[in-house]
Structures are given as C-alpha cells and as structure tokens.
C-alpha cells in the first residue's frame, strides 16, 4: 500500500478509463516474459502458442509442454523510498476464454507464480508463491507476503489429457494483477471545492513523487505536472484523467469535475396578492438545497432566513423598504465567497 492519503475531495475514480485500457504486450518465452501491468489485462494469447520449459522437482506441476512466460512487479521503494509497502497482498486474476475441445480428455491450464533469478534456468527458481494446477473456467490467485521491490514470474501452461499421453492443450487465456502490492496510488486530491461555478476553478493534484505526469481534459493550465488548475466554462460534468509511467506500466487516476449555473437573485417584489411578482424570485436557487438565506434589514436586524429556499417568501409584514441578503450556497462542502446585494420590498 502506498502512503496513506489525506482526506479527499470528491472524486469518482472514472471506471470506463481503466476499461479501456488493453494491454500491448504478449506472453513470449523465457526471454522475453510478458509483462503483466495493474490497472491493464494481458492481450489474448493461446497456451498453443507457448515452448516448452522444464520445470524444478518439487515444483506445481511437473511439465510445461507449451510455457508462456509472464512477469509482475511490486511496488518500487528503491525507485520511491516514501511510499509504504505495509499489505504485501495482491491477486491474481487467469480468466480462460476458450479451450479446444477433446472428447477423449479433459482440458486443463495449470499456473504457477515464483520468484527466479534467471527464469530461463529452472534451477534457479526460488519457493512458490503461489500454484493453481488443471483449471478449465479460469481462477484467481491470493498471493500473500510478497516482498517490494520485486519482480514476480507467472508460467502458465496447457495440458490435455493424462500424463504420460497427454499433448499440450490449446486454450485462450488472460491474466490481470491487482492490490496493494503492485498498484501504485496516485493520491488524487481536489483543491477549491467542488462543485464550482462559471468562471470559478479547482486545482487538480496528485502526489509528486510519482511522476512525470501528463493530463488530459478541457480548459487545464497545463498537461503537465503534479498540480494542475481546471476552469470548465460551460455548465454540466467534466472528465479528467492523469496518466503517469512507472517500470513499463502506465497508473491512472481520473477527477469528474461539475460546473454548476450561478443563481441570480431578483432585487424586488411586490407583494400585494396579484398573481405577479408577490415573492421574492432568486433564479436556480432550487439547484442548490443546502444553501442559506438570510435577510437584514437596513439596521442589521434579521428578518428572515431559510434553508432549501422555494421561492416563496412574500416579504411576511414588513413594510416597503430595501433589505440585504447573504447567500451561502453550500457552507458545507463548497468553497466559495457568500452572495450579497439588496433587495426591495415594493408595496
């Protein structure tokens, strides 16, 4: 886990962004290990594809006919001291998508996570980590007390049929990591207040250490860097993303930030039963349930105050005179001056 977060302004982590990302690289042989990147899933690739590779004594399975070869990391605190690396958690996802059918034997995909020095030499092989053997509908791999720093490898082979006349089987797989102990977090925070108003903006960050960073959205002070200052001018909801790199896997983190109408309050009424104009109109104050009106009059005396304002006050007795608000529209969760002006009771 990386370093804990301060408190957070809303943020909607944007899942349709990390939906569309692919992974580019597939699995090869032993030279060449596929790299397996948290917030990606690995292109498709068929066991049928794989090389064969010997295996320890001792080890989860005891052939690999056709290997396919992949790698993850933890996260790098040689490359970033700060971060914590206190839940040495992650797991492991292997969805199967499709296996060829025999009718004289089962399939079966069989994975195995460890450590290695050289993985070409399976001599080297450190201690299973984890091991899942003859899976047909795929599984998902609790991997417990990983180190940081730390490259992990995942050899995933197919087997059709019972050992010693089985042949190597021909199933479509895809593997996905994910936790603590591999997923960086970028520690995205909101400055300003959300929601804002035409004209008002936020400063959008996350934590320095990581980057470099680069951006993506409307009307942002720059694309670039760990703070950035977004001003949206029109009003509706606004996706931002920022993307960083880190040893050959991209992190993402994404910000939704919503620009809301102002309100105009009108700056008279009259209140004499007619039909028109008998209350006081403050225009899209009904977009804003929290906000807090209070009315004075010219001697600093209050003389009305409401919550959730309907557009219906009518002035009550007061007499004929000119009246000054403060209007707080969200003194909960949003940053901004009060409103302030005057407004006209016309009998």
């Not at 797991?91 to 993985?119: K, P, R, W, Y």
């Not at 010693?164 to 207040?193: M, Q, R």
Request: aromatic fraction near 10%.
């Amino acid at each position: 886990m990386t370093k804990k977060s301060p408190a957070r302004a809303t943020i909607w982590l944007l899942s349709l962004l990390c939906l569309s990302l692919t992974g580019q690289l597939m699995a090869q042989d032993c030279s060449e290990p596929g790299l397996i990147c948290p917030q990606l899933s690995t292109d498709s690739v068929s066991t049928s594809e794989g090389t064969p590779a010997g295996v320890p004594d001792g080890f989860c399975f005891d052939e690999a006919p056709n290997a396919l070869f992949y790698s993850f990391n933890t996260l790098d605190q040689d490359q970033f001291p700060d971060i914590d690396f206190d839940d040495p958690t992650a797991f492991l996802s292997l969805v199967i998508d499709s296996c060829a059918v025999d009718t004289l034997a089962g399939n079966g995909v069989h994975m195995a996570v460890f450590e290695a020095e050289d993985v070409c030499d399976p001599a080297t092989y450190g201690a299973l980590i984890a091991c899942s053997a003859e899976q047909d509908q795929g599984t998902q791999l609790f991997l417990d007390e990983l180190m940081p720093s730390t490259t992990y490898y995942v050899l995933v082979t197919g087997v059709l049929g019972e050992e010693p006349d089985g042949v190597a089987s021909d199933c479509a797989i895809f593997l996905s990591v994910s936790g603590p102990a591999v997923e960086y977090d970028l520690d995205p925070t909101v400055t300003g207040g959300l929601p804002i108003i035409p004209g008002g903006s936020v400063d959008l960050n996350v934590d320095p250490a990581l980057g470099p960073y680069e951006w993506q959205g409307e009307q942002l002070s720059s694309t670039e860097g760990s703070t950035v200052t977004a001003a949206p001018t029109d009003f509706g909801a606004f996706t931002y993303s920022v993307e960083t790199e880190i040893n050959d896997c991209p992190f993402q983190e994404g910000f939704v930030v919503t620009v809301v109408p102002p309100i105009t309050p009108f700056n008279a009424f009259t209140p004499n039963n007619d039909g028109f104009n008998d209350t006081w109109e403050i225009d899209r104050i009904t977009e804003w349930p929290n906000a807090q009106i209070v009315v004075f009059s010219r001697w600093g005396s209050k003389v009305f105050q409401a919550t959730n304002y309907r557009n219906d006050w009518d002035g009550d007795d007061l007499p004929a005179a000119t009246y000054y608000y403060v209007i707080e529209l969200n003194p909960i969760d949003f940053n901004t001056d009060p409103i302030t002006g005057s407004v006209t009771i016309v009998r």
